[in-house]
C-alpha cells in the first residue's frame, strides 16, 4: 500500500509540473507576442517624435528669420 501511495504520488505530482511547465509556455508566448507589438509602436513613436522635432526646428528658423525683419 505505502508503494502504491508513493507512486501515485509521484505520477501526481510529475502531472502537476507538467500543467505548470505548459502553463508557463503559453505566458511566455503571449508576452512575446506583446512584447513585440510594443516594439512596433515604440518604433512608430521614435520616427514621429524625429518628425515632430525636425518640424520644431522648421518652425523656429521660421520665427527667428521673421523677429529679425
Known amino acids: 500500500i505505502g508503494l502504491m501511495t508513493q507512486a501515485a504520488a509521484i505520477v501526481w505530482t510529475v502531472s502537476m509540473m507538467m500543467s505548470d ?3 508557463n ?3 511566455i508566448n503571449s508576452i512575446t507576442n506583446r512584447m ?3 516594439e512596433s509602436m515604440v518604433q ?3 520616427v514621429s517624435m524625429a518628425t515632430i522635432s525636425t518640424n520644431i ?3 523656429r528658423k521660421a520665427v527667428e528669420s521673421m523677429a529679425q525683419r
Open 21 to 23: 511547465i505548459e502553463s
Open 25 to 27: 509556455a503559453r505566458d
Open 36 to 38: 513585440s507589438r510594443v
Open 44 to 46: 512608430s513613436q521614435a
Open 57 to 59: 526646428e522648421h518652425i
